[in-house]
């Protein structure tokens, strides 16, 4: 079928829009009508090369959508089902699924990251050369075939665009807090970065019981933002956080400090911030091949815990819904987190907004 999608062709050129080939699924795989997709700063990277992918590649991995179609012997999912993607599917039998880390699964690396499907082969074309799918996903496009494994059904009646960013950004930030750091409450949090990640971390820190959440961002729009998200208070990132950060914590540093930026530098200055037998969590995806210098002897001496979190530890077949139920109950204000939205051909404006700091996030509707 032919399909309009977002194309990547070369770094540092802008997202161009093309009429694809896109082939039926096949077996195991389901073909999804895209309804909503998010604008997320890890699909600029490409864009940058700070994240290193075949190319041609269709970006996208913050999706919603309905299913129009099923492979052989797919079960999981019925055409018209209501679904959320995840683009870190799990295999359940490998070492990490088995011991309740499936967002580490290491079965499915491998073609993800080559931009195919799990059989490593492409399911885009143009002028039938291959076209590459973005973590599985590639849902900057009207139609995609994904494997059956990286869709979630969620109710019917969820938004899709707030069906789309549960599939990250509010799974990275929210799972960030609940499941990575397990914040503990009365804990004093910062927060460093309050795009969308950073503002879902806010909200899952909110619902983990944190009595202090401080905001920390370049731009002077998100302290606003990030308040009416549960901060308690806004520092604008400069070489004075830490010492700020530091005078509102009673002198110690925060318990808990994110990073949900991916600047190295950025995350030195989080291993400053937190107190000593605090925790770093870094959210953030770095670019590739960077490097962070953290102390090992202060680490040693002050006990500082520095770690990471991968699609914010989650289980999303469980999650997923999780999240959902606690937006339906009005414990995650996941509406107010959709600050825009975008026709697909508008795309480049989407991405530049979100450079600006002008939105919590941007979305695609295809509809």
Not at 160 to 172: E, F, Y
Request: one cysteine or more; hydrophobic letters at 40%; aromatic letters at 6%.
């Amino acid at each position: 079928m032919k399909i309009k999608a977002a194309v990547l062709n070369q770094v540092g050129s802008p997202f161009a829009i093309e009429t694809l080939n896109l082939e039926a699924p096949r077996a195991g795989e389901v073909l999804v009508k895209v309804k909503a997709a998010g604008v997320c700063h890890s699909d600029y990277h490409l864009r940058t090369g700070d994240t290193k992918h075949a190319l041609p590649v269709v970006p996208g991995h913050e999706g919603s959508g309905i299913v129009a179609e099923v492979g052989p012997g797919v079960t999981r999912v019925q055409p018209g089902d209501t679904v959320v993607l995840n683009w870190a599917p799990s295999c359940g039998t490998c070492y990490y699924c088995l011991h309740d880390r499936p967002s580490l699964c290491t079965t499915f690396v491998g073609p993800l990251w080559t931009g195919t499907m799990l059989d490593g082969t492409t399911r885009f074309s143009r002028n039938d050369e291959p076209v590459y799918h973005f973590s599985g996903v590639a849902c900057f496009a009207e139609y995609v075939v994904v494997a059956e494994i990286s869709c979630v059904r969620i109710a019917a009646d969820i938004r899709p665009d707030v069906g789309a960013l549960v599939g990250c950004a509010v799974t990275s930030g929210v799972g960030a807090a609940l499941n990575t750091a397990h914040i503990k409450p009365g804990s004093s949090v910062a927060v460093f970065g309050a795009g969308g990640v950073g503002l879902s971390i806010i909200m899952g820190a909110k619902l983990a019981g944190a009595s202090q959440i401080i905001a920390v961002d370049k731009a002077e729009a998100k302290g606003d933002m990030a308040q009416a998200f549960g901060a308690t208070a806004f520092v604008l990132a400069g070489p004075q956080v830490v010492k700020r950060i530091r005078a509102m914590t009673e002198g110690r540093g925060a318990d808990y400090v994110f990073e949900a930026i991916g600047i190295p530098a950025v995350q030195e200055q989080c291993l400053e911030a937190v107190r000593p037998g605090g925790t770093v969590v870094l959210v953030g995806v770095s670019p590739m091949g960077s490097g962070t210098n953290l102390p090992g002897s202060l680490i040693t001496r002050q006990e500082k815990t520095v770690t990471g979190s991968y699609y914010g530890s989650a289980n999303t077949t469980r999650d997923f819904p999780l999240y959902l139920d606690l937006y339906q109950r009005g414990l995650l204000d996941l509406d107010r987190l959709v600050s825009k939205t975008y026709r697909l051909e508008e795309i480049n404006e989407a991405f530049a907004d979100m450079l600006r700091g002008e939105t919590a996030r941007g979305v695609i509707l295809f509809d």
